[in-house]
């Protein structure tokens, strides 16, 4: 790894919206890279609340805009605002539940 890709932000979505299409200087371009970084360097749990929690503060169109503006799926940032109000407490070391994710390599390939 040479020094420059060390120092390089993580990767995030760029937002492809009418108006950072035409003033991506401007300050709403920054705003939604700001958020896309945001959500970028985010585990999955904290994404789909903090999400969830802008689009419940934008009312009306919150969850198409959001999903718009940072790539995430509607149905997560819908789930997040869900948890959001149901009050679900914070999990204690995990972020999925269990049984979630990729499964073992042992348990693909026997004899390992």
Do not use: W
Not at 10 to 18: A, D, I, Q, Y
Not at 28 to 53: I, K, P, T, W
Not at 60 to 88: K, P
């Amino acid at each position: 790894m040479t020094k420059t890709q060390e120092h390089d932000p993580p990767p995030f979505h760029r937002c492809g919206c009418p108006t950072c299409r035409k003033q991506a200087d401007g300050a709403v371009a920054r705003e939604h890279q700001a958020l896309n970084y945001l959500v970028a360097c985010s585990d999955e749990r904290s994404r789909r609340l903090v999400l969830g929690f802008l689009a419940q503060q934008q009312g009306r169109g919150g969850i198409a805009r959001l999903a718009r503006i940072t790539g995430v799926d509607r149905n997560t940032i819908a789930r997040g605002r869900r948890e959001l109000l149901q009050g679900d407490p914070a999990p204690t070391g995990r972020v999925r539940q269990p049984g979630a994710g990729r499964k073992r390599v042992e348990a693909n390939v026997p004899g390992c």
